[in-house]
């Protein structure tokens, strides 16, 4: 069992470099640029390459320094600043949150704003959105959403949004907390702890999504929060963290359907660790948490089709949305057309010969792809880019819709229309480019050790898992930069672990060019001396 456990983890790491050594290969070159009037989708704007390998070598010693620091303070001092700096991260994403949020008067539009009137008229009985050609009738994964909103309004009132705004920044912290955990729980050095809270802390797309009146946030929050508890079951073997790793993990994918994605991982890793340490019982607690999840969205389905007296469907069929993700459209690669929807309502809003169009197309549009191999590199190469290179994961476009006739506060203005949106992006697109290259570094390590058959902690890839799970979904699926979000917050988890491994090697060159230069001296005053 521990040969099978060994080689999946190999195939795993495999699997994973060529997808971060792509991403980081394209973050130094090029980046998508989202315009200040917001006409266009996203603008290819050609990257200095050496100025971002630069600002990440200068980040790396930065990282090795620190260490050598912390590592000189005794094992109590190292904790007292790993907390210090946990504090004042929380406190600092807390209220910079808040008080972004507060003077952010962004009001949803789209999905957003039909989810939550769903829950607003369910609570007031009326249930005609889920009707055969209703939103939710036809996007049924909206009534997890639905419900959330349904006990937030029964708090603080139909569409009052404000709660769940600071909410929001409620789930940043909590995503900054659980990250931590886990990282103390599978690593060793401090360092790590204390970048991953500045870099958490740093990241602008979460910052600029709090406002966002969607499941977005809590998804990614709560994923983080079942990575730690899964986590800490395999270290103290305790069933209470399996029962909060199974709680939220339930929340999540009402919150978004994409949940899924990381549920997977974490039931890949409980095979893994289930075959390390050779203990059924990981097994069944990643089959508990899977099933937990499975659970609770049977549950609400049952409940609202007793509720309504209109009958559970499946809506719009998935395999639309993956036929969706294979067309052009205006020259963008699988981005939103409309086409499920369209072709959902020509069937009379029936799934069967929706699904079965879907299928046929994909079928055509594979066999084009067969015909011409360069078109498909294009195509799948500008699909990927246009989802991953966008620093700021259009979370200043998915937010830039304000109540007619109001005035923005200078910053905000200035923020969406202004000088500090091409400030803003210049710092997400280096940001950016770190995240990439530590990952894709830390997992070329990784590989290296795991060649050489030292331990590794199963632990330690469940999100990185997750990311792989994602990269392959935003192939498939609708062309969307907010989708792949949740994985790229993930590998900050790695980027302290990327950034002090370069650091090393850059610490381990320096030494070495210096010993020789000492060496080479010293022969130079031997030489002086046999001359005299």
């Given at each position: 069992m521990?040969k099978?456990?060994?080689?999946?983890?190999?195939?795993?790491?495999?699997?994973?470099i060529?997808?971060?050594?792509?991403l980081?290969?394209?973050s130094c070159?090029?980046?998508y640029?989202?315009?200040?009037d917001?006409?266009i989708?996203?603008?290819?704007?050609?990257?200095?390459?050496?100025?971002h390998?630069f600002?990440?070598?200068l980040?790396?010693v930065?990282?090795?320094e620190?260490d050598?620091w912390?590592?000189?303070?005794?094992q109590?001092?190292q904790?007292?600043?790993?907390?210090?700096?946990?504090?004042?991260?929380?406190?600092?994403?807390?209220?910079?949150?808040?008080?972004?949020?507060?003077?952010?008067?962004?009001?949803?539009?789209?999905?957003?704003?039909?989810?939550?009137a769903?829950?607003?008229?369910c609570r007031?009985?009326?249930f005609?959105?889920?009707?055969s050609?209703?939103?939710?009738g036809?996007?049924?994964?909206q009534?997890?959403?639905?419900i959330?909103?349904?006990?937030?309004?029964?708090l603080f009132?139909?569409?009052?949004?404000?709660?769940?705004k600071?909410l929001?920044?409620?789930?940043?912290?909590l995503?900054?907390?659980?990250?931590?955990g886990?990282l103390?729980l599978?690593?060793d050095?401090?360092?790590?702890?204390?970048?991953?809270?500045?870099m958490?802390?740093?990241?602008?797309p979460f910052?600029?999504?709090?406002?966002y009146?969607?499941?977005?946030?809590?998804?990614?929050?709560?994923?983080m929060?079942m990575?730690?508890?899964?986590?800490?079951?395999?270290?103290?073997?305790?069933?209470?963290?399996i029962?909060l790793?199974?709680?939220?993990?339930?929340?999540?994918?009402?919150a978004?359907?994409n949940?899924?994605?990381?549920?997977?991982?974490v039931?890949?890793?409980?095979?893994?660790?289930?075959?390390?340490?050779k203990?059924?019982?990981?097994l069944?607690?990643?089959?508990?948490i899977?099933?937990t999840?499975?659970?609770?969205?049977k549950?609400?389905?049952?409940?609202?089709?007793?509720?309504?007296?209109?009958?559970?469907d499946i809506?719009?069929?998935s395999?639309?949305w993956?036929?969706?993700?294979m067309q052009e459209?205006?020259g963008?690669?699988?981005?939103?057309n409309?086409?499920?929807?369209?072709?959902?309502?020509?069937?009379?809003?029936?799934p069967?010969?929706?699904?079965?169009?879907?299928?046929?197309?994909?079928?055509?549009r594979i066999?084009?792809?067969?015909?011409?191999?360069s078109?498909?590199?294009?195509?799948?190469?500008?699909?990927?880019e246009?989802?991953?290179?966008?620093?700021?994961?259009?979370?200043l476009?998915?937010?830039?819709?304000?109540?007619?006739?109001?005035?923005?506060?200078?910053?905000?203005?200035s923020?969406?229309y202004?000088?500090?949106?091409?400030?803003?992006?210049?710092y997400?697109?280096?940001?950016q480019?770190?995240?990439?290259?530590?990952?894709a570094?830390?997992?070329?390590?990784?590989?290296?050790a795991?060649y050489?058959?030292?331990?590794?902690?199963?632990?330690?890839?469940?999100?990185?898992?997750?990311?792989?799970?994602g990269?392959?979904?935003s192939?498939?699926?609708?062309?969307?930069?907010?989708?792949?979000?949740?994985?790229?917050?993930?590998?900050?988890?790695?980027?302290?672990?990327?950034?002090y491994?370069v650091?090393r090697?850059i610490?381990g060159?320096w030494?070495l060019?210096k010993?020789?230069?000492?060496?080479?001296?010293?022969?130079?005053?031997?030489?002086?001396?046999?001359?005299?």
């Amino acid at each position: 069992m521990e040969k099978i456990y060994r080689i999946l983890l190999g195939i795993f790491l495999v699997c994973l470099i060529p997808i971060l050594l792509v991403l980081s290969y394209w973050s130094c070159r090029y980046s998508y640029y989202g315009t200040v009037d917001y006409s266009i989708r996203n603008l290819l704007i050609k990257d200095s390459t050496w100025k971002h390998i630069f600002i990440f070598l200068l980040a790396s010693v930065i990282v090795y320094e620190g260490d050598k620091w912390l590592t000189a303070q005794n094992q109590i001092n190292q904790e007292k600043i790993c907390i210090y700096t946990l504090l004042a991260t929380s406190v600092t994403a807390f209220l910079l949150g808040s008080i972004y949020v507060l003077n952010n008067p962004y009001y949803p539009v789209g999905d957003q704003i039909s989810a939550t009137a769903f829950a607003a008229y369910c609570r007031d009985g009326n249930f005609i959105m889920l009707c055969s050609g209703g939103y939710v009738g036809m996007y049924q994964q909206q009534k997890g959403l639905g419900i959330l909103y349904e006990m937030l309004f029964a708090l603080f009132g139909n569409f009052n949004y404000t709660p769940a705004k600071i909410l929001h920044v409620i789930w940043w912290v909590l995503a900054i907390l659980a990250g931590y955990g886990f990282l103390k729980l599978n690593t060793d050095r401090a360092i790590f702890r204390i970048v991953y809270c500045i870099m958490m802390l740093g990241c602008i797309p979460f910052l600029l999504y709090l406002p966002y009146i969607y499941g977005d946030v809590l998804s990614i929050s709560f994923g983080m929060v079942m990575f730690w508890a899964v986590s800490a079951y395999e270290h103290y073997e305790k069933k209470r963290y399996i029962a909060l790793a199974a709680c939220v993990a339930g929340i999540a994918v009402l919150a978004r359907k994409n949940t899924w994605i990381i549920l997977i991982g974490v039931g890949i890793y409980a095979a893994l660790v289930c075959l390390k340490k050779k203990k059924g019982q990981y097994l069944l607690a990643g089959f508990a948490i899977l099933l937990t999840a499975a659970l609770t969205v049977k549950a609400v389905d049952v409940m609202y089709e007793y509720r309504s007296g209109y009958p559970n469907d499946i809506g719009i069929p998935s395999i639309l949305w993956i036929a969706m993700g294979m067309q052009e459209t205006d020259g963008m690669a699988g981005v939103y057309n409309r086409y499920q929807q369209s072709v959902f309502e020509d069937n009379d809003f029936q799934p069967e010969p929706s699904a079965q169009i879907g299928k046929e197309y994909i079928r055509e549009r594979i066999q084009e792809f067969k015909e011409n191999p360069s078109m498909t590199v294009e195509f799948y190469k500008n699909k990927l880019e246009d989802q991953w290179l966008e620093p700021l994961f259009s979370s200043l476009k998915a937010t830039h819709s304000f109540p007619e006739g109001t005035e923005l506060p200078p910053v905000i203005y200035s923020l969406y229309y202004g000088n500090l949106h091409e400030m803003v992006w210049k710092y997400a697109n280096y940001y950016q480019s770190i995240v990439y290259l530590a990952g894709a570094f830390i997992v070329i390590a990784s590989f290296g050790a795991w060649y050489q058959k030292k331990e590794l902690p199963a632990a330690l890839w469940m999100p990185l898992i997750s990311v792989i799970g994602g990269f392959l979904f935003s192939i498939l699926w609708e062309a969307q930069c907010r989708y792949v979000f949740p994985y790229y917050v993930f590998l900050i988890l790695y980027a302290p672990m990327g950034l002090y491994a370069v650091g090393r090697m850059i610490g381990g060159l320096w030494n070495l060019h210096k010993g020789n230069r000492i060496r080479n001296q010293a022969d130079t005053d031997e030489e002086l001396r046999e001359i005299a």
